[in-house]
């Protein structure tokens, strides 16, 4: 696992200081049997987000979306279902540089392995009703939240 400094966003970064990036990175849905949300609380700034992270050079949106998912809580997706595409102009990353995300959301189908309450990245690992997240959450996922309830298969672009 690279550090921050050493992954492709953060080679970027030190290359281009702080002008605004776009960034390309997966998020993660993944439910529990009672439709509870999977939420990871990060280790660098302590909020809660679904699994994540930017795509690294040579690896595909599934693979980044293993890797992360793998990171952050010790879970090895099997299969998931692109839901959506959300584009976020105005983002700033925990070290508080800009950047333009486009974030491909993925409901995840099956996976495999025992969730891991911490991990070098994360401090904890829960599962949450989806009408009650963690409280403190960024207001992006509310709407990724809402999106989810009313979901009916039909791909979102935003």
Request: charged residues 25%.
């Amino acid at each position: 696992m690279p550090t921050y400094a050493e992954s492709y966003v953060g080679r970027l970064r030190k290359l281009v200081g702080k002008e605004k990036l776009i960034i390309v990175a997966v998020r993660a849905v993944i439910c529990d049997a009672q439709g509870q949300v999977l939420f990871v609380r990060r280790s660098d700034n302590a909020r809660w987000v679904m699994p994540s992270g930017a795509l690294e050079l040579g690896e595909s949106l599934f693979e980044c979306l293993q890797r992360e998912t793998r990171e952050e809580c010790g879970l090895l997706v099997q299969t998931a279902s692109p839901m959506a595409i959300y584009t976020y102009p105005d983002s700033l990353t925990a070290y508080g540089d800009p950047y333009y995300q486009l974030s491909v959301q993925f409901l995840v189908d099956e996976w495999e392995g025992d969730l891991l309450n911490q991990t070098d990245e994360t401090t904890q690992a829960r599962f949450f009703p989806i009408k009650a997240p963690p409280e403190g959450v960024a207001s992006h996922y509310a709407e990724v939240l809402a999106d989810l309830q009313s979901y009916d298969g039909t791909f979102i672009l935003k």
